[in-house]
């Protein structure tokens, strides 16, 4: 369900509305972009697909690189949200849905951005570390068996807010034995979420069917 905040009973509107606005900025943040830039590699927006996230980050050569930028895109997501968090699982809910909102519509871009693939694992961490190694295992092993990173989030991701389904009704069944950070209203920010970077991934889906989509390690002509 979707947080208490948008019933008539939420009485202070606008420090929700602020604290989704300071995380919308801080997923604005383009790390590869800026990354890439200062490495004296130019514009990322013009090198393999476009993408200013770490698998394009990845085609300039440079893993070192690649790793700063998924561990920045990681954390700004996670940050945003438990940072948020400290004032109540609504405002959390909030911040995860603007801090990826804020990596595909980057108001420093022109309101481009991302896919939004880092940043969501980032949210779903913060929330659930749980559900986070369960799907990024899945993330993991569909990368390292087929070589598409495209493919490990189209897969993955959608898995999270089911993930978290039955994990929490296995808590509620007293059969999870240890205890499982995440509440209820998170299965509907994940679906979002992974509904958002699926849509961001619609060429990619129409790469991946016309077996044209590029594998990691190999550099995009």
């Known amino acids: 369900m979707v947080p208490s905040i948008f019933g008539p009973d939420f009485a202070h509107t606008w420090p929700i509305y602020a604290i989704g606005l300071i995380a919308y900025l801080i997923g604005s943040i383009p790390f590869g972009l800026l990354l890439t830039k200062i490495a004296g590699l130019g514009d990322i927006r013009n090198i393999g697909s476009g993408n200013i996230g770490t698998t394009n980050v990845l085609r300039t050569g440079h893993k070192g ?22 004032y109540g699982p609504d405002c959390a809910w ?6 990826v909102l804020g990596h595909i519509f980057s108001v420093w871009m022109r309101f481009r951005g991302g ?25 993991l092993v569909t990368v390292l068996l087929l070589r598409y990173s495209s493919l490990g989030a189209i897969i993955a991701l959608p898995l999270s807010p089911v993930t978290l389904a039955v994990l929490l009704e296995a808590q509620r069944n007293g059969s999870l034995p240890v205890w499982l950070p995440g509440d209820p209203s998170h299965i509907s920010l994940f679906g979002l979420l992974a509904a958002l970077v699926l849509a961001r991934h619609y060429t990619n889906i129409r790469r991946l069917v ?3 989509e590029p594998r990691i390690g190999l550099r995009r002509p």
């Open 210 to 212: 016309q077996g044209t």
């Open 65 to 86: 690189l690649a790793l700063t930028t998924l561990f920045m895109d990681l954390s700004k997501g996670a940050g945003a949200t438990l940072w948020a968090g400290t």
């Open 115 to 139: 896919k939004g693939v880092a940043t969501t694992f980032g949210v779903i961490f913060a929330l659930s570390w749980m559900v986070g190694v369960a799907v990024a295992a899945v993330w």
């Open 94 to 99: 909030i911040a995860g849905l603007c801090v």
